[in-house]
């Protein structure tokens, strides 16, 4: 830890802001710079704690200035500041691991590119349902910062992107949870896959024996990955395909989960969350709380009683006979898999935004037994169209959301599902993924 008492934060949203406050908090001279324009609320909050803060521009003295940076996970490596701040070799760190030096709380930390949101959700929902005092953070829920520094929990769930791992150095995960990996953000790590890798298994840093990590042992990369790796942690692997050596398995349409105390059993029918990629989760997050001492029966409970995150296969309507569901949240290949394995009707399918170098390979053996036609939605759509120009009869472009879902309504029937998963970034059209899965849900419901 330096001692230049100057903190830099760099970009203010959630994160950011958290990080400054509880720098504020520990006696840190704090400054705030965003290139971009801050929210209101996240302004208000720095002026109230009396945080000195700059937007639409970052004075490049001031900022090097600074015995620490704390990065927002937005601001890209490739950015002309951060190459400034790694010139001058001015430490720079994430806000999860400046968080984590001023808490003694439990972390269960969770990652992977697919599911992890939904994942840290149950997760949350389990262990705050036992009664433990617990709070959510990462990519969900309120800046860990923030809450360190005005409502400290004894346990913390966290949803950690590749990122934010990238600037973790001294924090610990208690559990850590890797549930799969594919590729994605590759244009983020030089467009190597084992880059991305690597940056995943970082939730293994610092763990002692004492400490868990829970894994999908059906994953083809994680179960390469491992034997190379040196983990210090118990290890509590999961499989819905084979049941020997695993903490949790599927046997027939029974879910098991057996650690050291008694076996948790259900059957799949009776989880909120169904679907196979969701059996996946829902074991992580079943280990996850039995490491916990969390009783079977609450545990059940909660795996009944959960509802699902906005965006991630989300019913939104059913209109004439076809059904709308709304995966805006589904920004890779990969999750757009799941989403295209989990619907048993024929799908009429809007994909398309900005490409992070998708290999649509994995997709063609779905969409030819799946899709009927498919909207295009973003204005770069020539890879679809070569993609699965040979494998659905319809390929449409639209440019707007809701175009895409009057051609998709036009080209669907009666017993079929409309399905929103893109595949891809969001920013070509739409501010984030949540406004495009709001957009498509506006036009849904104005059919």
Request: glycine share 6%; charged share 25%; net charge negative.
């Given at each position: 830890m330096t001692q230049n008492?100057?903190i830099?934060?760099?970009?203010?949203a959630e994160?950011g802001?958290?990080a400054?406050v509880?720098?504020?908090?520990q006696g840190?001279?704090?400054?705030?710079?965003?290139?971009g324009s801050?929210k209101?609320?996240?302004?208000k909050?720095?002026?109230?704690n009396?945080i000195?803060?700059e937007?639409n521009n970052?004075?490049?003295?001031?900022i090097l200035?600074?015995?620490?940076?704390i990065?927002?996970p937005?601001v890209?490596d490739?950015?002309?500041?951060i190459?400034k701040i790694?010139?001058?070799?001015?430490p720079?760190i994430?806000?999860?691991e400046?968080?984590?030096?001023?808490t003694?709380a439990?972390?269960?930390?969770?990652?992977?590119?697919?599911?992890k949101?939904?994942t840290?959700?149950?997760t949350?929902?389990?262990?705050?349902?036992a009664?433990?005092n617990v709070?959510?953070?990462?990519n969900?829920?309120h800046?860990?910062?923030?809450?360190?520094?005005?409502?400290n929990?004894?346990?913390?769930v966290i949803?950690?992107?590749?990122?934010?791992?990238d600037?973790?150095?001294?924090f610990?995960?208690?559990i850590?949870?890797?549930l799969n990996?594919?590729?994605d953000?590759?244009?983020?790590?030089?467009?190597?896959?084992e880059?991305?890798?690597?940056?995943?298994?970082?939730i293994?840093?610092?763990q002692?024996?004492?400490?868990?990590?829970i894994?999908?042992?059906?994953d083809?990369?994680l179960?390469?990955?491992?034997?190379?790796?040196?983990?210090?942690?118990?290890?509590?692997?999961?499989?819905?395909?084979k049941?020997?050596g695993?903490?949790?398995y599927?046997n027939s349409?029974q879910l098991?989960?057996?650690?050291?105390?008694?076996p948790?059993?259900?059957?799949?029918y009776?989880l909120a969350?169904?679907g196979?990629?969701n059996?996946?989760?829902?074991?992580?997050?079943g280990i996850?709380?039995k490491?916990?001492?969390?009783?079977?029966?609450?545990i059940?409970?909660?795996?009944s009683?959960?509802?699902?995150?906005?965006h991630?296969?989300?019913?939104?309507n059913?209109?004439h006979?076809v059904?709308?569901i709304?995966d805006?949240?589904?920004?890779?290949?990969?999750?757009?898999?799941f989403?295209?394995?989990?619907v048993?009707?024929?799908?009429v399918?809007?994909?398309?935004?900005?490409?992070?170098g998708?290999?649509y390979?994995?997709?063609q053996?779905l969409?030819?037994?799946k899709?009927?036609?498919i909207v295009c939605?973003?204005?770069?759509?020539?890879k679809?169209?070569d993609?699965f120009?040979?494998?659905?009869s319809?390929?449409v472009?639209?440019?707007s959301?809701?175009d895409?879902?009057?051609q998709?309504?036009?080209?669907?029937?009666?017993g079929?599902t409309?399905?929103?998963?893109?595949a891809c970034?969001?920013?070509d059209l739409?501010?984030?993924y949540?406004?495009?899965g709001w957009?498509?849900?506006?036009?849904?419901?104005?059919?």
């Amino acid at each position: 830890m330096t001692q230049n008492k100057n903190i830099i934060v760099l970009g203010a949203a959630e994160s950011g802001v958290g990080a400054a406050v509880l720098a504020k908090v520990q006696g840190y001279n704090v400054f705030v710079s965003d290139i971009g324009s801050i929210k209101e609320e996240y302004k208000k909050e720095l002026i109230e704690n009396e945080i000195l803060f700059e937007e639409n521009n970052h004075t490049v003295e001031k900022i090097l200035s600074a015995g620490e940076v704390i990065k927002s996970p937005g601001v890209p490596d490739n950015a002309s500041i951060i190459r400034k701040i790694k010139a001058e070799e001015i430490p720079i760190i994430s806000e999860i691991e400046f968080a984590g030096r001023f808490t003694d709380a439990k972390m269960i930390c969770i990652t992977g590119t697919n599911g992890k949101t939904t994942t840290t959700l149950l997760t949350h929902f389990i262990l705050k349902n036992a009664g433990l005092n617990v709070g959510l953070a990462g990519n969900v829920g309120h800046s860990l910062a923030m809450q360190v520094a005005k409502k400290n929990h004894d346990y913390y769930v966290i949803e950690l992107s590749s990122f934010q791992l990238d600037y973790m150095f001294e924090f610990r995960a208690n559990i850590a949870v890797l549930l799969n990996i594919t590729p994605d953000h590759l244009d983020r790590y030089d467009y190597k896959i084992e880059n991305y890798i690597n940056s995943k298994f970082r939730i293994t840093q610092n763990q002692t024996s004492e400490d868990a990590f829970i894994y999908c042992a059906d994953d083809e990369i994680l179960n390469k990955e491992i034997t190379n790796k040196t983990i210090q942690a118990q290890s509590y692997p999961f499989s819905i395909e084979k049941e020997e050596g695993m903490t949790a398995y599927l046997n027939s349409n029974q879910l098991t989960i057996n650690t050291q105390t008694k076996p948790l059993t259900m059957t799949i029918y009776d989880l909120a969350l169904q679907g196979k990629h969701n059996l996946y989760n829902s074991m992580a997050a079943g280990i996850s709380s039995k490491i916990l001492d969390i009783k079977n029966e609450e545990i059940r409970q909660s795996f009944s009683d959960f509802k699902n995150i906005e965006h991630r296969l989300e019913l939104v309507n059913t209109i004439h006979g076809v059904e709308f569901i709304n995966d805006s949240k589904a920004t890779n290949v990969n999750s757009t898999w799941f989403a295209l394995e989990s619907v048993t009707k024929p799908i009429v399918w809007i994909a398309g935004g900005v490409d992070k170098g998708n290999d649509y390979a994995l997709l063609q053996d779905l969409v030819r037994d799946k899709v009927k036609a498919i909207v295009c939605l973003g204005k770069e759509n020539e890879k679809l169209h070569d993609a699965f120009g040979h494998v659905v009869s319809e390929i449409v472009d639209s440019g707007s959301a809701s175009d895409a879902v009057y051609q998709a309504f036009s080209l669907s029937d009666k017993g079929d599902t409309v399905l929103l998963s893109p595949a891809c970034a969001s920013f070509d059209l739409f501010k984030n993924y949540e406004d495009r899965g709001w957009q498509f849900k506006q036009a849904v419901r104005a059919l």
